[in-house]
């Protein structure tokens, strides 16, 4: 399902940076398209040598990405080296903690976006199993004075949860899958879409940080929440996706309809623009 590119097709530019098992680098891919040249931006992402062991999830994941398309799920073009497509502003979480204050209608307009990408995927009965504000890509930054809102692109899954060590995901990966790693069902994308809005109101601030490794399990077997927000309804949708019965947690449709209630609550216009946080 990958069109095949050719390895002289691409060319490596500058690296941005790394994650835990993948490196990745700004590059440019080359097609010759009826006898054009084209030139396209992309994002390389390599598999760090010592992970070779796992690259058949690193190409699971991205195969499974590449045989579906919506507006908002990151566009994957190959793989041995995954060429991604380049989205403009990078990771939302490095974007947050950049940006400072953002309005809360930006921000309730990029959970919608996410919601609309999780529908999406349920329908497919496709579970992501690594929603968090770092997979979130901000393919435009959107300007309220300019009248144009964000656009956010869900980037692949990246090495598969059971390849990962899932404690360090605490508390983005929901705690039915600490049990059962190889049981990634719908429901956790829900508890993890819950910890993203947190980090989204947060800014970009990753929840629980700097609790070690002790700490964090104890967070789950305590039955702990994240710091509640002071605007209720948004605490209130946080607490329901990352609810520790994943039976309970709400439907794509509930949490769609409860940011649209949010996004028309009087909250949205007392606080307009956010204070730069102190
Ligand atoms: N300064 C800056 C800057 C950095 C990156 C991009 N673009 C981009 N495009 C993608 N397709 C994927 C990513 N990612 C970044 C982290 C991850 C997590 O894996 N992906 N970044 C644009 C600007």
Redesign the pocket.
């Known amino acids: 399902q990958f069109h095949m590119i050719k390895y002289e097709d691409l060319r490596w530019c500058e690296s ?2 790394q ?1 835990s098992f ?1 490196r ?1 680098f700004k590059g440019s891919k080359i097609d010759i398209r009826d006898g054009e040249r084209h030139v396209t931006d992309v ?1 390389l ?1 390599e598999l760090d040598a010592n992970h070779k062991n796992c690259w058949e999830s690193f190409f699971e994941a991205a195969s499974l990405m590449s045989q579906i398309s919506h507006k908002h799920l ?1 566009l994957v073009y190959g793989i041995n080296v995954m060429v ?8 939302l979480d490095l974007f947050l903690k950049r940006e400072g204050s953002v309005s809360v209608s930006w921000k309730l307009d990029v959970a919608k976006q996410l919601a609309s990408a999780l529908n999406f995927l349920e329908e497919k009965n496709i579970t992501h199993g690594n929603i968090c504000a ?2 979130l ?1 901000l393919a435009r930054e959107g300007d309220a004075s300019q009248g144009s809102s964000p656009f956010i692109k869900l ?1 692949d899954p ?1 090495i598969n949860v059971a390849m990962l060590v899932v404690l360090d995901r605490i508390p983005w990966v929901a705690p039915e899958v600490l049990e059962a790693p190889e049981r990634l069902e719908l429901e956790c994308d829900k508890w993890s879409f819950g910890a993203t809005l947190w980090e989204l109101f947060n800014g970009g601030q990753a929840p629980l940080q700097g609790l070690d490794l002790e700490r964090k399990l104890q967070f789950y077997e305590t039955y702990k929440q994240l710091p509640s927000s002071e605007w209720t309804e948004l605490a209130d949708l946080i607490s329901q996706c990352m609810n520790y019965q994943p039976a309970f947690r709400p439907s794509c449709r509930s949490i769609i309809r409860q940011l649209n209630s949010l996004i028309t609550s009087d909250y949205v216009i007392l606080h307009a623009a956010e204070p730069l946080p102190d």
């Open positions: 941005l940076g994650g993948t990745i994002l992402k990151l991604q497509e380049f989205v403009k502003c990078g990771a770092k997979n890509l980037s990246g």
